[in-house]
């Protein structure tokens, strides 16, 4: 009896642990949409939800231009929100991904990032591509990444040759769907995403497990900033003929 009860108990943990595609019919953008005859690839098809359809040209995917040394496609979460990991499906026309088709080579070497803002400086990496070859990178293919970010960035280049084996010659995006699992709020996974991050989280962000800050508002430190930093308040007067002039310095000890 005691442990079937066990068994029951680990099932609603696990249930617990779920998160909700945030990046779902969010705006999204890229670099050098290309456009042909065979339809559009909006950068709007990597959130629209659709995956069953892997062909590039089946409108449900997003493709960049021919020729380019960059590619980048970015989605805008419309907020700093807690990300827990990104899952992406890529193109593969419609063949199987263990057939090494043309597609797979433009995966390889890719970047993740995650920015409150599109100025490049701001990028915070969450994952780079170093080792996937043709034959080990999966598809779909799930990348942990707890950041907190308003917008969630791929990237990929090829400007640094000779490339490694297997590379293809240009960059491009060939996302079918980027799905972003993270809190809606800036909250945390207590139960869903449904406990309030610390109010002394800076920004409200904290990490989308635990609830650790990702840095806390100023005169407070700690895991959660729930403690008051030791502050000494100095204060100077000048005493001229007419008037006292007083100014106070703040030394805040975290
Ligand atoms: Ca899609």
């Known amino acids: 009896m005691r442990f079937i009860f066990l068994i029951y108990f680990l ?26 005859f065979y339809g559009t690839f909006d950068a709007a098809h990597a ?7 892997l062909d590039v040209e089946g409108g449900q995917c997003t493709l960049s231009d021919y020729g380019r040394s960059s590619s980048k496609w970015q989605v805008d979460l ?4 807690s990300i827990d990991h990104i899952s992406i499906h890529y193109a593969t026309n419609n063949t199987l991904w ?27 990496l969450c994952f780079k591509d170093t080792f996937y070859t043709r034959d080990t990178i999966p598809n779909p293919l799930n990348i942990s990444c707890r950041l907190s970010g308003r917008y969630v960035i791929y990237y990929n280049n090829r400007t640094h040759f000779p490339l490694p ?15 972003v699992y993270g809190c809606l709020n800036a909250s945390y996974d207590g139960d869903n995403c449904s406990t309030s991050c610390h109010q002394n989280c800076l920004d409200g962000r ?14 407070y430190t700690g895991s959660t900033c729930d403690t ?27």
């Open 98 to 124: 263990d057939t090494k088709g043309d597609t797979l080579s433009t995966f390889l070497g890719f970047s993740l990032y995650v920015s409150n803002t599109t100025t490049k400086e701001d990028w915070v």
């Open 165 to 179: 084996a297997g590379y293809s010659y240009y960059a491009f995006n060939e996302l079918c769907e980027v799905e």
């Open 47 to 53: 959130v629209d939800g659709y995956k069953s359809n």
């Open 206 to 219: 904290c990490d989308v497990m635990d609830g650790t800050c990702l840095g806390c508002i100023q005169g």
């Open 228 to 254: 008051g930093c030791n502050t000494i308040v100095i204060m100077i007067y000048f005493y001229g003929k007419h008037n006292v002039f007083m100014y106070m310095i703040y030394l805040i000890n975290c």
């Open 11 to 36: 099932k609603l943990f696990n249930e617990a642990r779920t998160y909700e595609n945030i990046a779902l019919n969010k705006p999204a953008s890229q670099q050098y949409t290309q456009y042909t």
């Open 78 to 81: 419309e907020g700093v929100l």
